[in-house]
């Protein structure tokens, strides 16, 4: 016969993985009515998270159909988090999207991004996609994801984990991006390094993202509060986070040439964060070897901000 703890464990669900789909993830959960311990190898603030650009769109991430479905969902809740930008980092920001055209977004986007327009050449010099998106300051998101798990009844734990056997849930919920490659493990799981250089802002108030057709990087600057990121980079298979001082000094200069302001904005600081890409986002329900159900979400690549909201109501269904 079943013991009242048994039935208070029914709802249990450890979600291991503390970046920004864990923490996500684990909200939806927790406000679903679920008792959700969150394990964590660091906090929030020490994860590839924080290193994201933080701006809402579909990058390097597969497959690309359900990715834009998972953004669309998330932009819901962007777009009502973004009426409080002190408390959740999210504002609704205009800017520029370089080598994109309308007949680009048409097909998925358009009807949900008002104001949409093609760049006039003041704006950017090629074609470009005049778009008002969010941006996510990360610094102040990835914490308050924490506190709103804490007021659903859910808590952190920092723990590493060796084993997936471990969570002792009858539910456990794989969201440990890069760490998948060897905790599943999962060779297909890679990682896609990205350097960033933070800069005083000197008065830019859009960002911008372009692409070179030719050499197929992509540089990008966007005002955060107090500062400008600039970026960045892609390089696949590339463990190292230590900051190449050549590879930062590229970066100032290509978005130096989109706009001169920023060569002589003075450097506060530089920052390496390793996506986790994998050919295809796995976002599927399994088992542990003793039975117990295993979700997994992970390999979101560079969008993992971007899909976040869509991909834990998809987890919080499959927990069920």
Do not use: K
């Amino acid at each position: 016969m079943e013991t009242e703890l048994d039935d208070e464990r029914d709802g249990e669900v450890v979600v291991v993985g503390g970046g920004v789909i864990g923490l996500t993830t684990a909200v939806v959960l927790a406000e679903r009515g679920r008792r959700v311990r969150l394990w964590t190898r660091e906090p929030a603030e020490r994860t590839t998270s924080v290193v994201a650009g933080g701006l809402w769109w579909p990058y390097r991430i597969e497959p690309v159909a359900l990715a834009q479905a998972w953004a669309l969902r998330s932009l819901d809740v962007y777009e009502e988090l973004a009426a409080r930008p002190g408390q959740t980092g999210v504002r609704m920001l205009e800017g520029v999207l370089g080598e994109t055209g309308l007949d680009e977004v048409d097909g998925w986007a358009a009807a949900r991004l008002p104001g949409l327009r093609a760049a006039s050449a003041a704006e950017y010099a090629g074609t470009g996609l005049w778009a008002r998106l969010p941006l996510i300051d990360m610094s102040t998101h990835l914490p308050w994801l924490r506190e709103r798990l804490l007021a659903a009844g859910g808590t952190v734990e920092d723990r590493a984990v060796t084993d997936l056997a471990e969570a002792d849930a009858p539910v456990v919920v794989n969201c440990t991006g890069l760490g998948a490659r060897e905790l599943v493990p999962d060779p297909a799981v890679r990682p896609v390094r990205g350097q960033l250089v933070v800069v005083e802002n000197p008065g830019i108030h859009n960002w911008l993202v372009a692409a070179d057709a030719d050499s197929g990087e992509t540089t990008y600057f966007l005002p955060q509060p107090g500062r400008l990121l600039l970026g960045g980079t892609a390089e696949e298979d590339a463990w190292s986070t230590e900051p190449d001082p050549e590879v930062a000094a590229a970066i100032v200069r290509r978005c130096a040439a989109l706009r001169p302001e920023i060569a002589g904005a003075r450097v506060l600081a530089h920052l390496v964060g390793l996506r986790p890409a994998r050919d295809a986002v796995r976002l599927e329900r399994g088992t542990l070897p003793d039975g117990r159900r295993l979700v997994h979400n992970y390999g979101h690549g560079g969008a993992g901000v971007t899909v976040a909201w869509g991909c834990a109501q998809e987890a919080a269904r499959l927990a069920s």
